[in-house]
Protein backbone atom coordinates (compact mmCIF):
# COMPACT_ATOMS: atom_id res chain seq x y z
CA UNK A 1 0.00 0.00 0.00
CA UNK A 2 1.63 3.53 -1.11
CA UNK A 3 2.04 6.02 1.71
CA UNK A 4 -0.91 8.57 -0.13
CA UNK A 5 -3.20 5.44 0.18
CA UNK A 6 -2.02 4.59 4.05
CA UNK A 7 -2.08 8.02 5.09
CA UNK A 8 -5.76 8.16 3.09
CA UNK A 9 -6.75 4.63 4.69
CA UNK A 10 -5.56 5.86 8.26
CA UNK A 11 -7.83 9.18 7.83
CA UNK A 12 -10.96 7.43 7.37
CA UNK A 13 -10.40 5.17 10.25
CA UNK A 14 -9.99 8.13 12.54
CA UNK A 15 -13.27 9.60 11.24
CA UNK A 16 -15.18 6.51 11.13
CA UNK A 17 -14.11 6.48 15.22
CA UNK A 18 -15.51 10.52 15.41
CA UNK A 19 -18.26 8.77 14.25
CA UNK A 20 -18.83 5.99 15.94
CA UNK A 21 -18.29 8.11 19.17
CA UNK A 22 -21.10 10.76 18.56
CA UNK A 23 -23.44 7.63 17.74
CA UNK A 24 -22.37 5.96 20.88
CA UNK A 25 -22.93 9.21 22.56
CA UNK A 26 -26.68 9.92 20.50
CA UNK A 27 -28.05 6.53 20.20
CA UNK A 28 -26.26 3.65 22.56
CA UNK A 29 -25.36 5.32 25.97
CA UNK A 30 -28.79 4.87 27.50
CA UNK A 31 -28.41 1.25 26.82
CA UNK A 32 -25.06 1.34 28.09
CA UNK A 33 -25.62 2.90 31.12
CA UNK A 34 -28.37 -0.04 32.28
CA UNK A 35 -26.67 -2.62 31.27
CA UNK A 36 -23.82 -1.87 33.39
CA UNK A 37 -26.49 -0.71 36.61
CA UNK A 38 -27.69 -4.41 35.66
CA UNK A 39 -24.56 -5.69 36.18
CA UNK A 40 -23.65 -4.14 39.40
CA UNK A 41 -26.92 -3.58 40.84
CA UNK A 42 -26.35 -5.73 44.08
CA UNK A 43 -22.37 -4.31 44.81
CA UNK A 44 -22.71 -2.30 47.80
CA UNK A 45 -19.79 0.12 45.92
CA UNK A 46 -22.83 0.39 43.29
CA UNK A 47 -24.98 2.05 45.65
CA UNK A 48 -22.47 4.13 47.63
CA UNK A 49 -21.69 6.30 44.25
CA UNK A 50 -25.27 5.99 43.02
CA UNK A 51 -25.51 7.64 46.30
CA UNK A 52 -23.78 10.50 46.10
CA UNK A 53 -24.35 11.05 41.96
CA UNK A 54 -28.26 11.37 43.11
CA UNK A 55 -27.20 13.68 45.85
CA UNK A 56 -24.71 15.92 43.00
CA UNK A 57 -27.89 15.14 40.94
CA UNK A 58 -30.09 16.93 42.69
CA UNK A 59 -27.92 19.91 44.06
CA UNK A 60 -27.07 20.77 40.34
CA UNK A 61 -30.87 20.23 39.13
CA UNK A 62 -31.52 23.79 37.74
CA UNK A 63 -28.26 23.99 36.17
CA UNK A 64 -29.68 22.70 32.25
CA UNK A 65 -31.84 26.04 32.64
CA UNK A 66 -29.03 28.40 33.84
CA UNK A 67 -26.48 28.40 31.24
CA UNK A 68 -25.32 24.68 31.73
CA UNK A 69 -21.51 24.84 32.38
CA UNK A 70 -18.82 25.00 30.03
CA UNK A 71 -15.71 22.79 29.65
CA UNK A 72 -12.53 24.24 26.66
CA UNK A 73 -10.97 20.92 26.78
CA UNK A 74 -14.08 18.50 25.37
CA UNK A 75 -15.09 21.33 23.60
CA UNK A 76 -11.77 21.32 21.26
CA UNK A 77 -11.62 17.66 21.34
CA UNK A 78 -9.86 16.33 17.93
CA UNK A 79 -12.35 14.40 17.56
CA UNK A 80 -15.09 16.40 16.68
CA UNK A 81 -12.70 17.70 14.06
CA UNK A 82 -12.37 14.04 12.72
CA UNK A 83 -16.07 14.05 13.14
CA UNK A 84 -16.44 16.82 10.79
CA UNK A 85 -14.06 15.86 8.20
CA UNK A 86 -15.98 12.37 7.60
CA UNK A 87 -19.00 13.68 5.70
CA UNK A 88 -17.14 16.44 5.03
CA UNK A 89 -18.71 19.67 6.08
CA UNK A 90 -17.64 23.54 5.41
CA UNK A 91 -19.24 26.27 6.34
CA UNK A 92 -19.86 29.64 4.69
CA UNK A 93 -20.66 32.82 6.46
CA UNK A 94 -22.27 35.27 4.44
CA UNK A 95 -22.41 38.11 7.48
CA UNK A 96 -20.71 39.20 10.24
CA UNK A 97 -22.38 38.89 13.45
CA UNK A 98 -21.08 41.02 16.06
CA UNK A 99 -20.90 39.97 19.22
CA UNK A 100 -22.76 43.28 20.65
CA UNK A 101 -25.76 41.52 20.80
CA UNK A 102 -27.74 37.95 21.40
CA UNK A 103 -28.94 35.38 19.02
CA UNK A 104 -30.92 32.80 17.90
CA UNK A 105 -29.40 30.63 15.26
CA UNK A 106 -31.67 29.02 13.79
CA UNK A 107 -31.11 25.80 11.85
CA UNK A 108 -32.51 24.06 8.90
CA UNK A 109 -33.11 21.27 8.24
CA UNK A 110 -33.09 18.83 11.05
CA UNK A 111 -32.10 15.86 9.20
CA UNK A 112 -32.13 12.67 11.07
CA UNK A 113 -30.55 13.09 13.83
CA UNK A 114 -29.44 16.88 13.51
CA UNK A 115 -25.81 16.03 12.75
CA UNK A 116 -24.85 19.34 11.32
CA UNK A 117 -26.09 21.61 14.05
CA UNK A 118 -24.75 19.28 16.22
CA UNK A 119 -21.19 19.52 15.27
CA UNK A 120 -21.71 23.12 14.51
CA UNK A 121 -23.12 24.60 17.70
CA UNK A 122 -22.10 22.16 20.47
CA UNK A 123 -18.33 21.70 19.65
CA UNK A 124 -14.98 23.88 17.79
CA UNK A 125 -14.86 20.42 15.56
CA UNK A 126 -15.80 23.28 12.77
CA UNK A 127 -14.23 26.33 13.75
CA UNK A 128 -16.70 28.00 15.68
CA UNK A 129 -14.60 30.19 17.98
CA UNK A 130 -12.65 31.50 14.72
CA UNK A 131 -16.02 31.85 12.24
CA UNK A 132 -17.77 33.54 15.20
CA UNK A 133 -14.94 35.44 17.51
CA UNK A 134 -16.92 36.19 20.85
CA UNK A 135 -20.29 34.57 20.15
CA UNK A 136 -20.99 32.34 23.02
CA UNK A 137 -23.12 29.48 22.21
CA UNK A 138 -25.41 27.56 24.13
CA UNK A 139 -27.16 24.59 21.72
CA UNK A 140 -30.73 23.47 22.94
CA UNK A 141 -31.82 19.74 23.35
CA UNK A 142 -34.94 17.83 24.76
CA UNK A 143 -35.07 18.40 28.58
CA UNK A 144 -35.23 14.25 28.69
CA UNK A 145 -31.54 14.17 28.34
CA UNK A 146 -30.65 15.44 31.18
CA UNK A 147 -32.39 12.61 33.20
CA UNK A 148 -29.61 10.45 31.58
CA UNK A 149 -26.86 10.16 34.30
CA UNK A 150 -23.30 10.85 32.86
CA UNK A 151 -24.88 11.78 29.57
CA UNK A 152 -26.40 14.83 31.21
CA UNK A 153 -22.70 16.09 32.70
CA UNK A 154 -21.27 15.36 29.44
CA UNK A 155 -23.43 17.99 27.01
CA UNK A 156 -23.97 20.49 30.10
CA UNK A 157 -20.20 20.76 29.53
CA UNK A 158 -20.54 21.76 25.79
CA UNK A 159 -22.84 24.65 27.62
CA UNK A 160 -25.70 22.87 25.78
CA UNK A 161 -28.98 23.43 27.63
CA UNK A 162 -33.07 22.30 27.99
CA UNK A 163 -34.82 23.66 25.27
CA UNK A 164 -38.09 24.85 27.40
CA UNK A 165 -38.84 28.58 27.67
CA UNK A 166 -37.16 28.73 31.14
CA UNK A 167 -33.90 27.87 29.89
CA UNK A 168 -33.70 29.88 26.68
CA UNK A 169 -35.07 32.98 28.04
CA UNK A 170 -32.48 32.96 30.74
CA UNK A 171 -29.74 32.70 28.06
CA UNK A 172 -31.05 35.74 25.80
CA UNK A 173 -32.23 37.71 28.73
CA UNK A 174 -28.23 37.56 30.05
CA UNK A 175 -26.42 41.23 29.11
CA UNK A 176 -26.05 41.87 25.32
CA UNK A 177 -22.62 40.07 24.98
CA UNK A 178 -22.85 37.60 22.10
CA UNK A 179 -24.49 35.19 23.82
CA UNK A 180 -26.93 32.98 21.48
CA UNK A 181 -28.89 29.91 21.72
CA UNK A 182 -28.83 26.80 18.73
CA UNK A 183 -31.80 25.22 17.35
CA UNK A 184 -33.23 23.14 14.77
CA UNK A 185 -37.11 24.40 15.19
CA UNK A 186 -38.30 21.21 13.02
CA UNK A 187 -37.69 18.83 15.83
CA UNK A 188 -38.17 15.38 15.68
CA UNK A 189 -41.31 15.90 13.53
CA UNK A 190 -38.96 17.30 10.94
CA UNK A 191 -36.84 14.05 11.12
CA UNK A 192 -39.66 12.32 9.30
CA UNK A 193 -39.33 14.00 6.36
CA UNK A 194 -35.56 13.56 6.54
CA UNK A 195 -34.86 11.82 2.88
CA UNK A 196 -32.38 12.45 0.73
CA UNK A 197 -33.14 15.21 -1.79
CA UNK A 198 -35.69 16.67 0.17
CA UNK A 199 -35.74 20.47 1.62
CA UNK A 200 -38.93 20.08 3.15
CA UNK A 201 -39.14 21.85 6.51
CA UNK A 202 -41.93 22.21 9.35
CA UNK A 203 -41.76 25.82 10.12
CA UNK A 204 -45.31 27.23 9.52
CA UNK A 205 -46.73 26.84 12.70
CA UNK A 206 -43.32 26.70 14.70
CA UNK A 207 -43.30 30.16 16.31
CA UNK A 208 -42.62 29.47 19.92
CA UNK A 209 -38.52 30.63 19.16
CA UNK A 210 -39.44 33.75 17.01
CA UNK A 211 -42.07 34.85 20.48
CA UNK A 212 -38.64 34.12 22.33
CA UNK A 213 -36.35 36.44 20.05
CA UNK A 214 -39.15 39.43 20.13
CA UNK A 215 -39.03 39.20 24.12
CA UNK A 216 -35.73 39.47 24.48
CA UNK A 217 -34.69 41.44 21.53
CA UNK A 218 -32.67 38.67 20.13
CA UNK A 219 -31.88 39.07 16.69
CA UNK A 220 -32.46 35.33 14.60
CA UNK A 221 -29.66 34.18 12.34
CA UNK A 222 -30.91 31.07 9.81
CA UNK A 223 -28.80 28.79 9.23
CA UNK A 224 -29.47 26.39 6.48
CA UNK A 225 -27.74 22.97 5.92
CA UNK A 226 -27.32 21.45 2.26
CA UNK A 227 -27.12 17.72 2.50
CA UNK A 228 -28.33 17.06 6.27
CA UNK A 229 -30.84 15.00 4.26
CA UNK A 230 -28.67 13.33 2.39
CA UNK A 231 -26.83 11.36 5.09
CA UNK A 232 -29.14 8.69 5.87
CA UNK A 233 -31.92 6.56 3.57
CA UNK A 234 -35.61 6.59 5.01
CA UNK A 235 -37.98 3.75 4.76
CA UNK A 236 -41.13 4.86 2.59
CA UNK A 237 -43.35 6.74 5.11
CA UNK A 238 -45.26 9.08 2.70
CA UNK A 239 -48.42 10.91 3.32
CA UNK A 240 -51.32 7.89 3.56
CA UNK A 241 -48.54 5.46 4.32
CA UNK A 242 -48.93 2.36 7.15
CA UNK A 243 -45.85 3.65 8.32
CA UNK A 244 -46.44 7.48 8.53
CA UNK A 245 -50.11 6.97 10.41
CA UNK A 246 -48.63 4.99 12.97
CA UNK A 247 -45.93 7.62 13.63
CA UNK A 248 -48.58 10.00 13.73
CA UNK A 249 -50.26 8.13 15.68
CA UNK A 250 -47.46 7.36 18.27
CA UNK A 251 -47.30 11.21 18.10
CA UNK A 252 -50.83 11.95 18.99
CA UNK A 253 -50.49 9.62 22.11
CA UNK A 254 -47.34 12.12 22.84
CA UNK A 255 -45.52 8.81 22.36
CA UNK A 256 -41.57 9.56 20.94
CA UNK A 257 -41.59 8.80 16.93
CA UNK A 258 -39.03 7.91 15.30
CA UNK A 259 -37.71 7.71 11.56
CA UNK A 260 -36.97 4.05 10.01
CA UNK A 261 -33.82 5.21 8.88
CA UNK A 262 -30.70 3.26 7.82
CA UNK A 263 -26.93 4.04 6.13
CA UNK A 264 -24.16 2.29 5.90
CA UNK A 265 -21.96 0.05 8.19
CA UNK A 266 -18.37 0.50 10.04
CA UNK A 267 -16.82 -1.39 7.17
CA UNK A 268 -17.97 0.22 3.95
CA UNK A 269 -17.36 3.80 5.91
CA UNK A 270 -13.35 3.04 5.86
CA UNK A 271 -13.09 1.62 2.93
CA UNK A 272 -12.91 3.74 -0.07
CA UNK A 273 -15.91 4.30 -2.44
CA UNK A 274 -14.29 2.22 -5.30
CA UNK A 275 -14.32 -1.03 -3.50
CA UNK A 276 -17.04 -0.06 -1.04
CA UNK A 277 -18.86 -0.19 -4.55
CA UNK A 278 -17.88 -3.68 -4.92
CA UNK A 279 -20.07 -4.87 -2.00
CA UNK A 280 -23.19 -6.55 -2.12
CA UNK A 281 -25.88 -3.87 -0.38
CA UNK A 282 -26.73 -5.95 3.04
CA UNK A 283 -22.62 -5.99 3.64
CA UNK A 284 -22.94 -2.51 3.50
CA UNK A 285 -25.86 -1.21 4.81
CA UNK A 286 -25.91 -0.06 8.81
CA UNK A 287 -26.25 3.03 11.44
CA UNK A 288 -23.59 4.81 10.18
CA UNK A 289 -24.37 8.19 8.41
CA UNK A 290 -22.78 8.01 4.77
CA UNK A 291 -20.15 10.23 3.45
CA UNK A 292 -21.59 12.80 2.04
CA UNK A 293 -20.75 16.22 1.68
CA UNK A 294 -22.30 19.06 3.65
CA UNK A 295 -22.07 23.01 3.28
CA UNK A 296 -23.61 24.91 6.37
CA UNK A 297 -25.00 28.43 5.04
CA UNK A 298 -25.22 31.14 7.85
CA UNK A 299 -27.07 34.19 7.53
CA UNK A 300 -26.77 37.80 7.97
CA UNK A 301 -28.61 38.18 11.05
CA UNK A 302 -32.24 39.49 11.15
CA UNK A 303 -32.44 42.15 14.04
CA UNK A 304 -36.16 41.98 16.07
CA UNK A 305 -37.01 44.90 18.41
CA UNK A 306 -37.75 43.79 21.96
CA UNK A 307 -41.06 43.49 22.64
CA UNK A 308 -41.92 42.57 26.31
CA UNK A 309 -45.27 41.12 25.55
CA UNK A 310 -45.98 40.36 21.56
CA UNK A 311 -49.25 40.37 20.00
CA UNK A 312 -50.28 37.25 17.54
CA UNK A 313 -50.00 40.02 14.76
CA UNK A 314 -46.78 40.99 15.33
CA UNK A 315 -44.98 37.25 15.97
CA UNK A 316 -46.88 35.97 12.88
CA UNK A 317 -45.34 39.38 11.02
CA UNK A 318 -41.97 38.48 12.17
CA UNK A 319 -41.85 34.92 11.36
CA UNK A 320 -43.22 35.56 7.90
CA UNK A 321 -40.26 38.00 7.80
CA UNK A 322 -38.16 35.35 8.87
CA UNK A 323 -39.40 32.71 6.74
CA UNK A 324 -39.14 34.67 3.55
CA UNK A 325 -35.16 35.57 4.48
CA UNK A 326 -34.55 31.44 4.77
CA UNK A 327 -36.17 31.26 1.43
CA UNK A 328 -33.65 34.19 0.16
CA UNK A 329 -31.14 32.27 1.91
CA UNK A 330 -31.81 28.95 0.32
CA UNK A 331 -32.40 30.37 -3.19
CA UNK A 332 -28.96 32.19 -3.45
CA UNK A 333 -26.74 28.85 -2.60
CA UNK A 334 -28.51 26.13 -3.77
CA UNK A 335 -27.27 26.02 -7.24
CA UNK A 336 -23.41 26.87 -6.22
CA UNK A 337 -23.49 25.14 -2.92
CA UNK A 338 -26.62 22.94 -2.73
CA UNK A 339 -25.66 21.72 -6.15
CA UNK A 340 -29.07 21.51 -6.81
CA UNK A 341 -30.83 23.17 -9.89
CA UNK A 342 -32.90 26.10 -10.59
CA UNK A 343 -36.30 24.50 -10.16
CA UNK A 344 -35.50 23.27 -6.77
CA UNK A 345 -37.95 24.73 -3.97
CA UNK A 346 -38.01 25.00 -0.28
CA UNK A 347 -41.09 23.59 1.21
CA UNK A 348 -42.23 24.43 4.41
CA UNK A 349 -45.36 23.04 5.94
Known sequence: ??????????????????????????????????????????????????????????????????????????????????????????????AEIPPDRNYIFSAHPHGILGTSSTILFSTN????????????????????????????????????????RESINYVLSLPKEGNAVGMAPGGAAEALEAHPGSHRLILANRKGFIKLAIQNGASIVPVYHFGETDLYNQVNNSDGSLIRKIQRSLKASKWPT???????NELAAVLSDEWCAKLPTWLRRGLMPYRRRIVTIVGAPMDV???????????????????????ELFNAHKVKHGGLGHDVQLEIV
Open 125 to 164: GLNFRRLFPGIKMHPVTLGMNFWIPFRREFILALRIISSD
Open 258 to 264: FPLAYGQ
Open 305 to 327: EKVSTPSDELVNKVHAEYCARLR
Open 1 to 94: MSSGLHSNFLNRCKQTIGVLFYLGLMLLQPFILLAFVVSFVSSPIFWFCASLYLIWYISDFETPRHGARFSESIYNWSIWTDLANFFPIEVIKT
